[in-house]
């Protein structure tokens, strides 16, 4: 893959049609990040004249020669790997194609996230060392947040594989979160190194190997995840988007039994009422506004995979963690890293 010829400016390179409300907020979310950091060059990729509509309706101004025309889209219900080849003219892929050409230094993305992982992983390609690429996701946890690397990118792995996810998420949550020498744990059924199925006993062995240039806890178990026993999970991608789609479900029960109890009486209203603003602020850095998406690591550009329903926030905060990753070069430490290692 080629370099961008500026390396001066970060150009990220927008699906503007990967949203449930695309173009709008794709270009709402675009305009509202060069408002915060005027060093980012953005692309936007999709139906030039819904986004160059959209712009006139809000009285926005954005240079003309930065939108690039890709009539197709990759809808929800696509097959992922089908339709890259199917739509070669969509805007997921045209805008997978620009990164890959060096014309931009990131991929952003809102739609199909199937779709997103097979154009980032096909088409960018796989860093040297990277056997599946994953996705993770941080989760509110007693000592803070915990990150939970595989969340779906791949649903089957090998032992090897779960060693490169704890190697990238190391590097990830180290530069992206600041947190110095995070500890990983391995998910499994007890905390005894002979508990689990053959997946992940010789996961354990990989992981022990390289136990202090890791700092590898051992096994965790479900509980500790919130538990915040350590600061990284690693587990395959089934196993982990069940429990990230279950965690997503207790925001729901919890709403849906605080209305339950506010109904109750005047009082119970009152209560609530007060507790609000709390339990907002609380649970306001695990939203996804704030997330702004999750990274797929392990390919050779930045890749960032937003909720289909992200605001134009949530948008805004993709593109940059997408500057931050880059200007980090976090590709270039995680390559590095999986280097020292394949060379112990």
Request: charged share 25%; with cysteine.
């Amino acid at each position: 893959m080629k370099k961008s010829a500026n390396n001066s400016t970060c150009r990220i390179v927008l699906d503007a049609m990967g949203g449930d409300f695309a173009p709008r907020n794709e270009v709402l979310g675009a305009i509202a990040a060069l408002s915060e950091d005027s060093s980012i060059e953005i692309l936007l990729v999709g139906k030039k004249d819904l986004i160059i509509s959209t712009l006139n309706e809000h009285n926005l101004s954005f240079p003309e020669q930065n939108i690039y025309d890709a009539e197709d889209v990759i809808t929800m219900s696509d097959s992922p790997t089908a339709a890259l080849r199917t739509k070669p003219n969509s805007s997921l892929v045209v805008s997978a194609n620009l990164v890959r050409s060096g014309k931009g230094d990131a991929l952003v993305s809102a739609g199909n996230t199937g779709a997103v992982m097979a154009a980032s992983t096909l088409l960018l390609g796989r860093l040297k060392g990277v056997g599946r690429p994953t996705i993770g996701v941080p989760m509110p946890s007693e000592t803070g947040t915990c990150f939970l690397f595989d969340a779906g990118a791949s649903v089957d792995c090998k032992p090897s594989h779960l060693l490169e996810y704890a190697i990238m998420s190391k590097i990830y949550v180290q530069e992206i979160y600041n947190v110095k020498n995070p500890s990983i744990g391995l998910l499994s059924v007890g905390e005894e190194k002979s508990k689990g199925n053959d997946l992940t006993l010789k996961a354990y062995e990989l992981l022990d190997n390289v136990r202090d240039e890791i700092n590898f806890k051992g096994n965790v178990e479900g509980k500790d995840i919130l538990g915040g026993k350590t600061n990284i999970v690693i587990c395959d991608g089934f196993t982990g988007n069940v429990i990230l789609k279950f965690a997503e479900s207790v925001v729901g029960i919890l709403k849906q039994r605080i209305k339950s109890f506010a109904l109750k009486s005047f009082f119970n209203k009152i209560k609530v009422l007060f507790m609000r603003g709390t339990l907002k602020k609380v649970l306001s850095d695990f939203s996804s506004e704030k997330q702004g998406g999750v990274p797929l690591l392990g390919v050779k550009a930045v890749s960032i995979i937003g909720h289909g329903s992200g605001s134009p926030t949530a948008i805004k905060n993709m593109i940059l963690k997408a500057k931050e990753m880059h200007e980090k070069q976090l590709l270039h430490k995680i390559e590095k890293a999986l280097s020292d290692y394949a060379n112990k």
